[in-house]
């Protein structure tokens, strides 16, 4: 069983950051990213990197955001900042192995309100 265990989420104004850590339970995931998901919509990508690749980019959070792996860890870690209120969802980590199986963390809720 893998247990994904996120932090870092919470209240922020506009303008400001937040950093989303996952830590994974085991090793060897080929993807590692976030997702996120607003009340009434589809969860969408924000960020995901493969193993020793290049990261790849919601087009809404370019230049906004982050992503980056610690691979001693476990861990991935995104890096939001210039966070508007559009921004406001649970943010979900997500790992995928080589094979295909994929493991999904319990969320975290990201709201940015002044």
């Known amino acids: 069983q893998v247990q994904l265990v996120e932090s870092g989420g919470g209240l922020v104004q506009p303008g400001g950051s937040l950093r989303l850590t996952c830590a994974a339970s085991r090793t060897s995931f080929y993807l590692m990213g976030w997702y996120r998901q607003a009340p009434g919509s589809q969860r969408e990508l924000v960020a995901s990197?493969?193993?020793?690749?290049?990261?790849n980019y919601a087009d809404s959070m370019k230049g906004r955001v982050t992503i980056s792996r610690d691979y001693y860890k476990n861990s991935v870690t995104l890096q939001m900042n210039n966070l508007q209120p559009k921004d406001t969802a649970v943010y979900y980590c997500?790992?995928?192995?080589?094979?295909?199986?994929?493991?999904w963390g319990q969320g975290t809720q990201v709201t940015v309100s002044s």
């Open positions: 997500n790992v995928q192995s080589a094979f295909g199986d994929s493991h």
């Open positions: 990197m493969p193993r020793n690749g290049e990261a």
